[in-house]
């Protein structure tokens, strides 16, 4: 580059799946302005590891790169050190795979001496207790007919899945009218219907355990379409209503991830 | 090496943790007589995943080879084709610094071209409720009183241990009698005695659910000292007896790892 | 991106070091030529490998990749196979540092499965000596005072210097009158004064052994400031003039670099 | 292993060919002494890297490890940075591959931090002049007629063999009776003959340019077969006697690559 635009020889990259919705975007604006106030000298760059996503930006006229191609630019502009930060919520698939190319950079030549990379929001039981704590405080059914079921991603092909169920049970335990399920892998609504009825729930709020509330959030969740989340709960006589925030825009949730950005900035 | 050992450019890899108790080994021997079975004409070879593991087993003059070792041996003797399998139960850290190391021989100049990595016995949807089917028939527990306790290993500080948690669900699921927990993870004994006494169970039988039954399963779930599954039970006042059967003794149990090493070595 | 252009899964990456110089960009754009004409329906594109030619493209409102950032965009839009043709001149510092690089890519998950680099033009006897026997035929001093210098870069600090004093031997062997020599490494000028003498050569071409007829060619090699190959020689009494076409743009030279393509290609 | 045999956390492997010959096996011996008395209180360890080399040391009840089966031991025993001599002569194909795999042990999980490799002998042009005047000075040829060979192993097929013609030129700098050749690479023996008679030599010491003087210098460079240096020289008239030192003999030429290793050290 003709000129160098960094601050720093250390950057921090955001990579998130990818997203066209507005307010979507708008979130993880603000949450990049967190990571800048407290890395007040070091620059931010995203991300966005879902090719399909970043086919749909392009269309809108914002051309976003992969994470390999960010990597490739920040080498190009002569950043040494980065540290990682994925705002995804398990460590799944694209987390293993995302990993698994960024490291490729660390030690090319003429390129980063270190890459670290951050964990995402559900990598151990200490994140686990904590999301559920703040989940608990936030979102508790008040009456005693109502209940709450966050729904995340799920995969059920990749061991990650299992942390939803974990969180079920983690939620459950705290309250019993508290649930966890997935759109793509388990505890799928099915699973669930069982449970929520022996609880006595006869209507839920469906609420985003997803970074952004987008397509997901929108049709698997909470569309009208059969086998969503609320077309599920219908069929078995369970109102729901949905909520459209994503955990990114939960200020405590968003904490989380900035300790496991602190956590990997320290080795940095 | 003077005269080549091997019978083909292909040779199947098995890393177990390592053992030093001799029904262990025999456990871990007969499994392999299974995949020798199967895979008649290539070659098999142990590698022991622990440090300390292999210094005991040297200690008893069986000196036995790190995976690297093993690796860097298998190269040496000319093969060109490896498929590793792990006798991991959950894709927990063990797994994945064993994956990450071993792939690093691939590529080697002079050495192999292709290694595939089988992945442990619990890793995604499938195997989880294949496995909890499995227990279900050889473990449930007959009189009403009697409950059945399956005991991993866990981790509370990787991802991974969120799979027991998600298997005490399933478990539940089929026989509300039944459960699983961990002795260095999550469930931890005491987060599920209020589970064991809403189910009525005074009596539980402490299963294994680790690759061999070793120290942990000696110590940790069925020993006397305090923090014992059957030290903290007996404090809830409820009685348990111990099985000593490792998951790889069980020919069922074993032919979901070697259903992996099938769809690995498919691949090779 | 939106819409692939690519037209099949393989793809030709050419690598130079990077020139403003308009009769090189024409060089180099010939060259792509004969490569499209070669392999046609597999898509060709270029890097840079220099950051401060880069620098300068961009400055003339040309971006350019470097390899790395090439081989992101590429992973990006599907190409699953590559082959890497750099036009470097001999194996030095650039090349080993430009073919560890890209070969991170490969295995890369979502992107490249195959890589294989071309070597450049000078890497082996057999390149040697046909590279020799093309000189001689298009450059033989004609009179009994006249000799050539081909001149190339060089790098006293790397083993693929000793490439530029084995082509002196070799184009000696064919004509006592011709020699090779380098601006930044071994035989500097002083070092081929006392050899052009005994050949009784009062006037020499100097010709560049170089990619292309960029700076050094204009500066090192033929300029009037004191070190350059034309003020040393002037310096002992030897006039010469300059002759500013690079090694690409020579037809015969042109199809060596082509065959280590087509060796590599074939591999891919 | 049960015993840390390590004294510190770093070591250095020296990395040879491989050789049965007792003498050369002295003169490995002696080398790694100096190595030792410079770096007090550092393990040091060899490695091997000719397959067939290994396989007849083995045969002779001496089993030595691949560098590969070094390193994976090393990393077994819990050392953490490692310097890596190659006690190759020029950087060819050998040293890039043996470099390769090593690298792939940095980083591995639990095991190497920091891996360095030394160059061989011949990497750039300050070794090649510096030992061309070490050579000068020991082997220079008194008497007109007489003259000196120093005869590397050289590969026609690796640009590494330009090494030995940039030598030979330097060489004749020096002397005009003193030249260096190849026994599988070039200056070949036939290449060489009519530079021998125009310099007046009638008699010629053979010298091997290779580290120890195993095979071939035996053989290739002294041997009575056809093609060897002593054959030819011999069907042109010029008698030979053959020297049996390696280049590791002689305390000035080893200094060479001991500073090598103190340049790589220094980054350990």
Redesign the interface.
């Known amino acids: 580059?003709?000129e160098p635009r960094r601050m720093s020889e250390k950057v921090i990259a955001l990579v998130a799946f990818g997203t066209v919705d507005p307010s979507c975007v708008q979130a993880l604006e603000a949450f990049e302005m967190r990571v800048r106030e407290k890395y007040r000298g070091v620059d931010t760059r995203w991300a966005y590891s879902s090719?399909t996503m970043?086919?749909r930006m392009?269309?809108r006229g914002v051309a976003q790169?992969?994470p390999?191609?960010l990597?490739?630019?920040l080498?190009?502009e002569g950043y040494k050190r980065a540290a990682v930060l994925c705002l995804h919520v398990?460590?799944g698939v694209e987390f293993?795979?995302l990993r698994?190319?960024v490291q490729?950079?660390e030690?090319?030549?003429?390129?980063f001496e270190k890459i670290v990379v951050a964990m995402p929001l559900?990598?151990?039981?200490?994140d686990?207790t904590r999301v559920a704590d703040i989940l608990l405080r936030k979102c508790e059914p008040k009456a005693p007919g109502e209940g709450s079921v966050f729904v995340g991603h799920g995969n059920?092909?990749?061991?990650?899945?299992?942390?939803y169920?974990?969180?079920?049970?983690?939620m459950m335990d705290r309250n019993p009218r508290m649930f966890v399920g997935t759109v793509s892998?388990?505890?799928a609504p099915e699973e669930l219907i069982a449970e929520l009825k022996n609880s006595g729930v006869r209507s839920v709020r469906l609420i985003p355990l997803m970074t952004v509330a987008g397509n997901h959030a929108k049709k698997d969740m909470a569309g009208d379409e059969p086998g969503s989340w609320k077309s599920v709960l219908a069929e078995s006589g369970i109102t729901s209503e949905a909520v459209f925030t994503g955990l990114v825009e939960d200020s405590e949730v968003a904490s989380v991830w900035l300790d496991h950005l602190d956590r990997a900035f320290s080795r940095l």
Chains 1, 2, 3, 4 share one sequence.
Do not use: T, Y
């Not at 030690?107 to 390129?111: D, I, L, P, S, V």
């Not at 559900?122 to 200490?126: E, I, R």
């Not at 059920?156 to 942390?163: E, G, L, Y």
């Open positions: 580059m003709a090719k970043r086919s392009a269309e790169p992969s390999e191609m990597f490739a630019s080498m190009d398990v460590p293993h795979e698994q190319n490729r950079f030690g090319m030549r003429g390129g559900l990598s151990d039981h200490a686990m059920a092909r990749h061991a990650s899945d299992a942390i169920a974990a969180m079920n049970s983690l892998g388990h505890p």
